[in-house]
């Protein structure tokens, strides 16, 4: 059915995603872009002692890839860069495979339905990847300097 | 020329469509991305499956009775197309891979020998990808400027500014996304008056309308077979015996020489000095066949059916709330793009995906128009002779259930 995929949750989060738009200073950022639908979406960071303190986002996409950046925005709050990418990990095999564990996803597990829709795994996991090259940038910083 | 066109009945013609008859998500499937690619009648499927179970082989070459139906089949195709679009000459049609292939042939080779530092090609602001690309890479190898050609809110583009400087006019015949379409024979007559050569994008208009190049006026002409209910990898480029003599070849290869040495290869005639190497020899028999087919529907009885569904669609979407249609020419093909409320193009295309209802959704190669209109996206519905209004009703009670999912 339609609604296992386009749960309240995401249809709430899409039309009003939390922690949307920008911060003065950040200590990482990303842009993510799909070009095959033209979603994009800037991820920007601050972390302390590695542990995310704040996390924002501007962007424009669908529904899914929207909710999916709100939702993803609450969760990483207070996890440290290990944790952050151990759930984008678990959240990637929730969507591509029968091997993924919604309960240890918590809110995230409303994206489960997404599995059913093969084209729009990639809308799900745009701020996930984005959040992946936006630590990345950050840890490069770290070691150069 | 088939004089006797078939009476035209879409319940019999559908039978024709084996794909149309199966259900998707449980829902029967209404198919409207004809834009991208039309579906298939079985009569061409047929061709192609009698042509490798007993005519194939290569062409051109063989003294053998495979080969020499081959070739009459290859050949016998090419004389369709002359006839579909009113060419003078079949040594004007040469084979490509489809569109965009037939204006990469063009940009590479007339462009590189006609084009220069300070010269301009003009387009317009409602071109696929690929009549913008191939320009744009031979803008920058050659210092020369693209300019685009405005549209206006109604997606229509009502005239081009030359001057002293452009060397090319490369247009649409008919818009993918808006369905305009645009006013070629007055764009070439203007044109010509300077002199200036003119290609014509036709993959949107051959499969809807009747197309006659001499009338047109036109230089160049590219279209696809997909879309024309033929099959895929195959397209024509049409040009004027003189403009094709005097360009260099595309691609070296077998087929396209006269005579071979180390020193010095001679090339081949028209068409054939276009065509290196072992062509979509099935591909061009399918065609041949798809256009039969289209001649026994009669391409005029295919325009006046497909313009009463386009009424019928765009009257019935303009009453969904929320919906606002994007090109609204007054000369326009059966294509509707539209918006919907704040509904994402992505979230309709896969609730109305889950009610059998197959449309597009994206930019639809066109990003730059999408711009010009302020959207990042559109849903496009594009139709062909084998819709029903039955369908459209079944997309307008399809976006009922959009609504509600965003409700």
């Known amino acids: 059915m339609i609604d296992d995929l386009y749960q309240e949750v995401i249809i709430d989060h899409s039309k009003k995603p939390r922690n949307f738009g920008k911060m003065e200073h950040c200590s990482a950022k990303a842009e993510g872009f799909n070009p095959l639908c033209g979603d994009r979406l800037t991820l920007q960071l601050n972390l302390e002692n590695d542990i995310v303190q704040d996390v924002r986002f501007v962007g424009n996409g669908c529904a899914i890839s929207m909710a999916s950046a709100s939702l993803m925005t609450e969760v990483l709050k207070g996890k440290t860069r290990q944790e952050a990418e151990a759930l984008f990990q678990k959240f990637h095999l929730l969507l591509t495979t029968d091997s993924g564990k919604p309960e240890d996803l918590g809110k995230l597990a409303v994206f489960s339905g997404v599995r059913e829709y093969p084209a729009r795994v990639k809308c799900a996991t745009l701020a996930w990847h984005t959040l992946h090259a936006a630590l990345e940038n950050s840890a490069e910083k770290v070691s150069t300097e | ?407």
């Open chain 2, 1 to 407: 020329m088939t004089t006797a066109a078939r009476a035209f009945d879409v319940t019999v013609l559908r039978e024709d469509f084996p794909i149309l008859h199966q259900t998707i998500h449980g829902h029967p499937l209404v198919y409207f991305d004809n834009a991208a690619s039309s579906q298939k009648p079985r009569q061409v499927i047929d061709a192609i499956s009698r042509f490798y179970s007993s005519d194939y082989s290569n062409i051109h070459r063989g003294v053998h009775e495979l080969s020499e139906r081959s070739t009459r089949l290859y050949e016998d195709a090419r004389v369709k197309v002359q006839r579909l679009i009113n060419a003078a000459h079949a040594h004007e049609i040469i084979f490509t891979r489809g569109t965009t292939e037939g204006i990469n042939l063009v940009a590479w080779t007339w462009g590189r020998k006609h084009i220069g530092a300070g010269d301009e090609i003009l387009i317009t602001a409602l071109e696929h990808h690929s009549n913008i690309v191939p320009w744009q890479m031979l803008c920058e190898e050659k210092g020369a400027t693209l300019r685009i050609v405005p549209v206006n809110d109604q997606g229509e583009v009502s005239h081009i500014e030359l001057t002293d400087r452009t060397r090319l006019v490369a247009i649409a015949h008919v818009s993918n996304v808006l369905g305009t379409v645009l006013p070629v024979r007055e764009i070439v007559a203007q044109a010509h008056r300077r002199n200036i050569p003119v290609l014509v994008d036709g993959a949107q208009a051959v499969p809807h309308t009747r197309v006659d190049v001499q009338e047109l006026g036109c230089d160049f002409y590219v279209f696809s077979s997909h879309k024309l209910y033929g099959p895929t990898g195959i397209g024509v480029l049409y040009g004027k015996t003189e403009l094709l003599n005097a360009m260099p070849p595309y691609q070296g290869g077998g087929d396209m020489i006269r005579s071979v040495t180390f020193e010095k290869t001679t090339y081949n005639t028209l068409p054939y000095k276009f065509e290196a190497g072992t062509p979509d020899i099935a591909g061009v028999v399918g065609l041949g066949a798809a256009i039969d087919y289209v001649n026994d529907v009669s391409i005029n009885n295919i325009a006046t059916y497909e313009a009463e569904l386009l009424a019928y669609a765009t009257n019935a979407l303009q009453k969904v709330e929320g919906l606002r249609i994007l090109g609204t020419a007054k000369h326009k093909a059966a294509v509707i793009s539209f918006v919907l409320d704040q509904i994402h193009p992505h979230d309709v295309g896969t609730i109305l995906d889950r009610q059998g209802i197959a449309v597009r959704t994206g930019h639809h190669c066109a990003q730059p128009l999408m711009e010009r209109f302020g959207v990042p996206a559109t849903t496009r519905a594009s139709f062909a002779f084998y819709n029903t209004r039955e369908e459209v009703d079944a997309l307008v009670a399809g976006l009922a259930k959009v609504k509600e999912v965003f409700a």
